[in-house]
């Protein structure tokens, strides 16, 4: 089962892409094929998720500032440190769930491109035209779970895999 986190503030315009987005994730795929959280911030609590047995691997969802892409996805490394604190990083939180429960899941982290992040509560015309894609692209990307998680294992825990998916 994959689990999709999308979190993000809901009152700051285009940083609500991530939360939104997995929402709309949420009816592509059946409850045993997915879990879908949706929230403000990324916090400890999360690490138990991240460690339940079902879960074979884990897409963040976030918005990001200042990228020129549309939507990119990098695989996360869950090996090093970090500090933790009420809010972390999506690869600190999988630090967490190996140090905690002995075994981290493959995850990757999916940024949208967003531009407005001041107070409201809609997504610019710009993000919501790079969430479409990311939705797609998303889509995609978890419907070939098996070979992405198979020939994923196969490369070094440290290396940093960014891809490029989506473009302007």
């Not at 998720?49 to 969802?61: I, Q, S």
Request: charge should be negative; include cysteine.
């Amino acid at each position: 089962m994959w689990l999709i986190i999308g979190y993000g503030n809901r009152l700051r315009g285009d940083d609500s892409a991530g939360p939104r987005l997995a929402e709309r994730l949420s009816d592509q795929w059946s409850k045993e094929q997915i879990s879908v959280i949706s929230g403000h911030q990324l916090t400890p609590e999360l690490a138990l998720e991240l460690a339940a047995p079902e879960v074979e691997g884990v897409l963040f969802l976030d918005a990001k500032q200042n990228q020129t892409t549309a939507c990119v996805i990098s695989q996360l490394n869950p090996d090093g440190t970090g500090s933790c604190g009420h809010q972390l990083s999506p690869q600190q939180l999988l630090q967490l769930a190996r140090k905690l429960y002995g075994h981290a899941v493959p995850g990757w982290l999916l940024t949208i491109a967003g531009e407005q992040f001041s107070f409201c509560e809609q997504l610019s015309p710009a993000c919501e035209y790079n969430s479409t894609l990311a939705f797609q692209q998303a889509v995609n990307f978890i419907n070939s779970t098996p070979n992405k998680l198979g020939t994923l294992s196969l490369l070094s825990k440290t290396q940093l895999i960014h891809r490029t998916i989506c473009s302007d």
